[in-house]
């Protein structure tokens, strides 16, 4: 069985840090690149951050540059997604994906809330 579980979400003031972690089992973890996606209310769901297989080439949407860091740590099977300076506009439901290009294998957690309040 097939499982994504993210972590870490929660309630932070604006300019805070929090980090997000997201488990993965029930496939091979280290041949997958993972991403960060988020979903505000009303909005579609966007691509916040990849990183490959190998735990390089990095890739952020241009809204969160400099602020947000991935990584993952395959022993652990597990990414993470660092986010500092927070913004009220980065409150969203945060999902973890999990994806095989060769399979077209497609795998999501069950998302996060994270909002960015005072």
């Known amino acids: 069985q097939v499982q994504l579980v993210e972590s870490g979400g929660g309630l932070v003031q604006p300019g805070g840090s929090v980090t997000l972690s997201c488990v993965g089992s029930g496939f091979t973890f280290s041949i997958y690149a993972m991403s960060w996606y988020r979903q505000a209310p009303g909005k579609e769901r966007e691509l916040v951050a990849t990183?490959?297989?190998?735990?390089?080439?990095?890739n952020y949407a241009d809204s969160v540059k400099g602020r947000f860091t991935i990584s993952r740590d395959n022993a652990k099977k597990t990414v993470y997604l660092q986010m500092n300076s927070l913004k009220p506009e980065d409150s969203a439901v945060y999902y973890c994906n999990a994806r095989n290009f060769m399979t077209r294998n497609d795998y999501w957690g069950q998302g996060t809330q994270v909002t960015v309040s005072s």
């Open positions: 990183i490959n297989r190998f735990g390089g080439s990095p």
